[in-house]
Nanobody, 123 residues
Framework: QVQLVESGGGLVQAGGSLRLSCSAS????????MGWFRQAPGKEREFVSA????????EYADSVKGRFIISRDNAKTTVYLQMSSLKPEDTAVYYC????????????????WGQGTQVTVSA
């Protein structure tokens, strides 16, 4: 059974930083590409960042470029999202997801999802 468990969310002031972690089990982690998505209340789930299975391809949404950094540790079967210069508009539930279709920006191409972790950025 595949499990993706996010952690590291919380409440932070604008301009602050958080690091999200997603620990994976039940899958061959090094054979999967991983992504981060987020969903704010009343909005659709949107792409944030993705990383290829070997970590050699990174993708970012325009809204987070230069502020967020995605990384992975295949030995620890964990993917990270370092978030800096946070803005109130970054407030959302952040989801980790896994796919074998490359570092995709498309929600529908991800087969596995975590339960999400709340990130709240106060002004």
């Amino acid at each position: 059974q595949v499990q993706l468990v996010e952690s590291g969310g919380g409440l932070v002031q604008a301009g602050g930083s958080l690091r999200l972690s997603c620990s994976a089990s039940g899958l061959v982690f090094s054979s999967h590409d991983m992504g981060w998505f987020r969903q704010a209340p009343g909005k659709e789930r949107e792409f944030v960042s993705a990383i290829s299975r070997r970590g050699d391809r990174l993708e970012y949404a325009d809204s987070v470029k230069g502020r967020f950094i995605i990384s992975r540790d295949n030995a620890k079967t964990t993917v990270y999202l370092q978030m800096s210069s946070l803005k109130p508009e970054d407030t959302a539930v952040y989801y980790c997801a896994g796919t074998w279709r490359g570092a995709s920006m498309i929600v529908g191409q991800y087969a596995f999802w975590g339960q999400g972790t709340q990130v709240t950025v106060s002004a």
